[in-house]
């Protein structure tokens, strides 16, 4: 049997992680408690949080997600008293999405439940080895946003 690519073996642990993070989104929920909007809904708030006010088209781009997904969502968090809408100060007739208190309660629980999942799962790890792989884990992560942010290639076919 043939030895698999670094590459080719990453590819299989991101799937496999992937396809863990499903698991492990329904573990938080269990362990941050009923906020009142589906999990997807809920991670809007974080960008919420950290830049402020912002349109929905706006949030949209940030999650590279469709505007409408992200709109049900949004109506969402206003339901539950999470996210409140409020008049863009550049445009009256539009709105943005801002968090509310009981939002930045509910980012807090889901912190600390995402903490205390990491915290358990990583528990057997000695701290150089989860500083190792914090530290490589960081790096991949660059690396993908410096490619994902450089000029997408010309495949050979469309040179052709």
């Not at 299989?12 to 009142?36: I, P, Q, T």
């Not at 992200?70 to 809408?85: C, M, T």
């Not at 530290?135 to 050979?156: H, I, Q, S």
């Amino acid at each position: 049997m043939q030895q698999q690519s670094g590459s080719a073996r990453l590819a299989e642990e991101l799937m496999r992680f992937v396809r863990l993070g499903a698991r492990a989104k329904g573990m938080l929920s269990v362990h941050a408690g009923d906020l009142g909007a589906e999990f997807s809904a809920l991670m809007l708030l974080f960008p919420l949080r950290f830049h402020g006010p912002m349109r929905v088209t706006d949030l949209a781009e940030i999650k590279q997600a469709d505007p409408s997904t992200v709109s049900r969502q949004a109506a969402q968090l206003v339901k539950a008293g999470l996210a409140r809408r409020e008049a863009d100060p550049e445009d009256g007739r539009a709105s943005r999405l801002a968090v509310t208190e009981a939002g930045l309660a509910a980012c807090a629980r889901l912190h600390d439940a995402r903490e205390a999942l990491l915290a358990d799962v990583l528990s057997d790890w000695p701290a150089d080895r989860v500083d190792a792989f914090v530290g490589l884990f960081a790096d991949f992560n660059n690396a993908v946003e410096t490619r994902l942010r450089a000029p997408v290639a010309a495949t050979p076919r469309e040179n052709a």
